[in-house]
């Protein structure tokens, strides 16, 4: 069974940390730093980078779980398979106890719009939401890495609040449904970073075409197309907050019902007996 690295009170949350960047990932390792005092802290990551997994699991083979020793991502543990893998694993049968909040990132780009359907890193978070357990999914929105000490602590900050000041369920939310945030932060000293706002997910327009090549044997491969330009950033979305300079926080929902439809549906007689 997995160990939380030590912290000293074992009254303090437990917290699980994945990505989709890889465990060899520096927003990983950032976010790992920041958030140590917080809590026990326990690291379970992808072995490779999955960015664009979504909420996969890995049912065609086994998975090998590996655990670090020495070196500056001492005690980290990583598994031949996705983010979802990852927490999923951890949730049915690798940890010993259940943790009180997931936390993954931070991702190199952001995921802002329909980039949550795609997106390894929020699906990590998601996996830990099924579970019932709080989580947050956290994007620098310029990738390279720059300011990713600046961003892990801005990360801190609000991981802290989230402990600090838990949410209550929505009133129309089921019993078990925890809260879910991705959040975005732009690559800016830790100073200009105070700014949140609460948002919706903004829009985009469709993502640009493939990119035809042909292999050395002349066969043509295609590499998907980099995603669209915002369509809605409007005020209120995640876009326009980051395009003010703040960080943008999301909360999410798992129901993709769409309820005026539904309605509308039944109204118009598709229900039959």
């Known amino acids: 069974m997995a160990t939380s690295f030590p912290s000293g009170d074992t009254a303090l949350p437990h917290i699980l940390i994945s990505n989709d960047d890889g465990y060899l990932a520096p ?13 026990r802290i326990t690291v379970i990551a992808p072995e490779q ?14 998975l090998s779980i590996h655990r670090i020793a020495g070196g500056e991502r001492d005690g980290f543990v990583f598994i031949n398979g996705t983010p979802t893998d990852c927490v999923h694993i951890a949730m049915t049968g690798y940890l010993d106890h259940r943790p009180d909040l997931v936390v993954s ?11 949550v359907l795609y997106s390894g890193t929020v699906a990590a978070a998601v996996e830990g939401v099924m579970f019932g357990v709080p989580g947050i999914a956290f994007s620098q929105t310029d990738r390279g890495w720059a300011r990713i000490d600046d961003a892990a602590q ?7 609040q989230m402990l600090s000041h838990p949410m209550p369920k929505h009133p129309q939310q089921a019993d078990g449904i925890a809260t879910l945030l991705n959040v975005n ?18 829009n985009r327009h469709h993502s640009q075409p493939v990119v035809v090549q042909n292999n050395p044997r002349g066969d ?16 209120g979305t995640d876009f326009h907050a980051i395009n003010e300079g703040c960080i943008s926080i999301t909360p999410m929902q798992l129901d993709l019902t769409d309820h005026a439809r539904q309605k509308a549906m039944a109204a118009d007689g598709w229900n039959r007996d």
């Open 49 to 62: 980078n999955h960015s664009g997994a979504s909420n996969s699991l890995t049912l065609s083979r086994p």
């Open 154 to 160: 801005a990360a801190h900050d609000i991981v802290k």
């Open 27 to 39: 927003g990983l390792l950032a976010l790992v730093n920041a958030i140590r005092p917080l809590g």
């Open 105 to 115: 990132g931070i991702n190199q780009g952001e995921n802002m719009g329909e980039d």
């Open 185 to 202: 932060i732009p690559n800016r000293p830790y100073d200009e970073l105070k700014r949140w706002r609460v948002t919706r997910l903004g």
């Open 220 to 235: 043509k491969i295609y590499w998907i197309g980099a995603a669209g330009d915002a369509k809605d950033a409007s005020s």
